[in-house]
Structure formats: structure tokens, C-alpha cells
């Protein structure tokens, strides 16, 4: 274990854990998981069967609250973020004011952000009323909000979304309508879009929930909180891995489709490339998601009639890398984003949206997190560090140095 423990200058004891690879941050009720047996369970339930069983709105629910809802609790839930849906027209400036290039996680942190201005009260939330408040306004405004980046990439007119639609099907409205043609809801795509989310809900405490966790701890707000997990997210190394496998996989097929010769890059020391959508700093076993990702990634694909060399290329840089002994050796098995992207491409979403997909998916555990920070009145996050630069210097003027 890669621990230090040293007398800080205070006198107390610091452990200094890069990574914080064996450290824990809070004690926690709402996932888990278990790295070596490859288990993920969402408030007991396991990860398998709410992707086979519930839906997106039902498990945001349970993570959330703590309890599959029943029917009646479902229902107001639905309603109450659909009362929410609206977005500020002047948000839509804001929106204007970006380039056309720009990223969209970029855009859609800002927006995040930007939605503290337009509903001020959001931030005060001593009570559970306002808590609850906070959350069905951003349950029913951030899927708005991911639709528009995505619509504004593509110079498409904004679509207000229609709430006799489910959450997810709402959502598909918001991103795939155009303009003068009615919008038909394909099935595949919203049972594909739903398994996705569920999958991506939550995760214990990455980076980017960590991140929400923290920023929450100063009392800042939910939204600002939840902006500032979202460029946590945005990292290649976390959430924007997914896009980062697909532009690895085209680049591996622009190249001829020698995947030896990138699993060779990959193991090289020397050589900064890593196999994106390997790897995780948890699952030491297999990532379960990613079991189930790639069976319906096969079945999305074989659904909508899409043949797709990307994922033989994916189907056989994993068999490869599988038996290689420098994957076997570091448990390096393929995570949640390495067949994510397939599916995004086959449903029409662009590269670079695929890490806002994720922030979709991930926002209920998000909120679960910081909701539950706040009620267990944790304290503000403040790690320690071990000092290691100069000891008391005189300062020196600006001519004499
Ligand atoms: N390709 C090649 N080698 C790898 C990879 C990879 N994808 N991942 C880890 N390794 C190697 C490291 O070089 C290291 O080797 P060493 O022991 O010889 O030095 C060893 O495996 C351990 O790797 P660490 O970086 O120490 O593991 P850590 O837990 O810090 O990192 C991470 C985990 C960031 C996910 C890493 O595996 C990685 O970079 N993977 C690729 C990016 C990716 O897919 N990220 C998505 C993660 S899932 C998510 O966030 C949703």
C-alpha cells in the first residue's frame, strides 16, 4: 500500500494516500460495490437486475430517497420535476453567447452554473422541503439543458420537450426532433438511452462525486456543486473516457484495424497512450456494467440494422488484451465506457456528447450524494498536506535578485 504517515507541523498525524487509493471520505448508504467480485448494487438492488426491471425516473428515485418509490410517490416525482422542466428564456442568451465549437460539457457546466442566478432560492436549502425543492428543479431542468448543447452543435432550433412524454423519451424528443417534421419515438433507442442512464447513475465516491461531495460541504448549493462535478466528470481519465474510446477505436481503424500494434502502445512505459475504457481503480475483477453495455450494445446495433466495424475493432482489442499477460497481471478489464459510445453512435449522438450523456445518467447519484452530505451535516472537506518546500526565506527586494 502506497501510504505515508508523517507528524504534521500541527503535531497531528497526516497520512498522505495519492489518489486517496485507500482512503475513505464518508460513511455511505446508497452504493455498493464490491471491486474484486465485480458487484454494483444501487440501495441493495443490484445493478443487473434495476437495467433489467426499472426505469431511469424509478431508480433516480430509490438512489435519491432510499426507496423503489411506490406508484403514487412515482407519479408526484414525475410531475413535480415535469412542473420544473422550464428554462429561463434569457438562459438561452447565454447559450447564444458560446461558439458553435464549444465543448459541450464546457457549455453545459456553465449552464449548470448560470441556473443559480435565475433561481437564487435554490442554493438556502435548511430544510428537506427546500432540499426537495432544488432537486425536482434540476431533475426537470438539466435534461433541458443537455438537449440544448447538443442542438446548439448542430444549429437545430431549440425544442421545449413535450411533459405528456416519460423523462427519457422527453429527453429523446429534446435531442433527436427536427424542425417541421413530426417526432416519432423509437422504442429501441429509448430502452437503450434508459439501460445507459441506469447504468451510469451512480458509482460511490469518483472523482466527480467526490467533487460534488466536497463543494457541497461549503454549503455552496446544489447547482454550483453539481456544475463543478461536471467538469470533474469531463476528464479523460473519468467520464470523458467514453468519447475518448471511440476517437481511439477510429483511429485504430483509420490505421489499418492492427490492434496488436496498439495493445503494444499501450503496454509500452515509454509511450503515453493508454487503452482507453481499460481499467479501473476499483473493479480489480470485471466492471459489471460493462457486461451488460456490451450485450446491448450487440442487440441495439442488431435492432436498428446498424453493422459497425468499430465494434469488432472493440470486440477485438478486449479479446486481445484479455489474454495479455501486462492486462492480466494489472487486472486492466474493459470499464463502462468502453462500449458506451457504440450504442451513443447508433443512436445518432455526436462524439462529443457522449460524456453529457454520462452527466445524465449520473445526475440522481449525484444528488443522492450531496443529499445525503447535507443530512448527515457532514463537515466541510478540508484535507491536510505535508509541507515539503523551503523553510522562512527573507524576502528579497526586486533589484537584488
Ligand atoms: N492502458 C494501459 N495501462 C494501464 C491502463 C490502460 N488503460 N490503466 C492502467 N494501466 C496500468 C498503469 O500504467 C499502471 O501500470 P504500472 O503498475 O506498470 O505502473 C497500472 O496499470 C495501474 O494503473 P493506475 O493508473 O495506477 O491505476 P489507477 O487506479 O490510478 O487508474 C484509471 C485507473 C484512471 C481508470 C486507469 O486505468 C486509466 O487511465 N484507464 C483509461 C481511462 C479510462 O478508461 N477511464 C475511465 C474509468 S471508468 C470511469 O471513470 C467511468
Redesign the pocket.
Known amino acids: 500500500i502506497d501510504i505515508k504517515v508523517l507528524r504534521g507541523a500541527t503535531g497531528g498525524v497526516t497520512t498522505i494516500d495519492p ?1 486517496y ?1 485507500n482512503t475513505g471520505s464518508c460513511e455511505s448508504a446508497i452504493t455498493f460495490l464490491d471491486g474484486e467480485k465485480g458487484i454494483l448494487r444501487y440501495r441493495g438492488y443490484s445493478i443487473e437486475e434495476l437495467a433489467e426491471k426499472a426505469d431511469f425516473l424509478e431508480v433516480a428515485y430509490l438512489l435519491i430517497f432510499g426507496e423503489l418509490p411506490t406508484k403514487e410517490q412515482l407519479e408526484k416525482f414525475d410531475k413535480d420535476i415535469k412542473e420544473e422542466s422550464h428554462v429561463d428564456e434569457d438562459m438561452k442568451k447565454i447559450l447564444d453567447g458560446f461558439p458553435k465549437s464549444a465543448h459541450p460539457m464546457g457549455v453545459l457546466s456553465s449552464l449548470t452554473s448560470a441556473l443559480i442566478a435565475f433561481n437564487p432560492g435554490s442554493v438556502d436549502v435548511d430544510s428537506e422541503e427546500a432540499m426537495y425543492n432544488a432537486i425536482v428543479k434540476i431533475m426537470g431542468k438539466f435534461p433541458v439543458l443537455a438537449a440544448w448543447t447538443m442542438r446548439k452543435r448542430k444549429s437545430l432550433p431549440l425544442d421545449y420537450g413535450d411533459n405528456s412524454l416519460g423523462y427519457v423519451e422527453n429527453l429523446c424528443k429534446m435531442m433527436f426532433s427536427r424542425p417541421n417534421k413530426a417526432y416519432e419515438a423509437n422504442s429501441i433507442v429509448n430502452d437503450a438511452l434508459d439501460k445507459l442512464l441506469i447504468l ?1 447513475a451512480d ?1 460511490e465516491q ?2 466527480s462525486t467526490s467533487t460534488v461531495r466536497i463543494v457541497g460541504s461549503s454549503h455552496a448549493g446544489l447547482f454550483a456543486s453539481l456544475s463543478a462535478g461536471i467538469s470533474a466528470l469531463w476528464g ?4 470523458g ?2 468519447q ?2 471511440i476517437e481511439m477505436l477510429e483511429a485504430i481503424k483509420a490505421d489499418g484495424g492492427d490492434t496488436a500494434k496498439y495493445i503494444a502502445k ?2 509500452d ?1 515509454e509511450d503515453p ?9 476499483v473493479y480489480k475483477n470485471f ?1 459489471p456494467r460493462a457486461k451488460i453495455i456490451k450485450k446491448s450494445a450487440e442487440e441495439v446495433l442488431g435492432d436498428l440494422g446498424i453493422e459497425d466495424p468499430v465494434l469488432d475493432i472493440a470486440k477485438g482489442l478486449a479479446s486481445v488484451a484479455l489474454e495479455d499477460e ?2 492480466v497481471k ?1 487486472k ?1 478489464y474493459p ?4 462500449y458506451s459510445g457504440i450504442i451513443y453512435r447508433a443512436l445518432g449522438i455526436p462524439t462529443e456528447m457522449f460524456t453529457v450523456m ?1 452527466a445524465l445518467g449520473r445526475l440522481p447519484g449525484w444528488i443522492a450524494q450531496w443529499r445525503e452530505m447535507r443530512l448527515r451535516k457532514e463537515p466541510i472537506g478540508r484535507p491536510r498536506q505535508i509541507y515539503v518546500g523551503e523553510n522562512y526565506r527573507e524576502f528579497v527586494d526586486l533589484e537584488k535578485r
Do not use: Q, T, W
Open positions: 489518489g487509493k451510469h458509482h469518483n472523482c479523460p481519465l473519468h467520464g473516457a467514453n475518448a474510446v499501450a503496454k512505459k497512450f493508454r487503452l482507453m475504457g481499460f481499467g479501473h481503480r466492471d501486462y492486462f494489472r486492466l470499464n463502462v465506457d468502453f454520462f
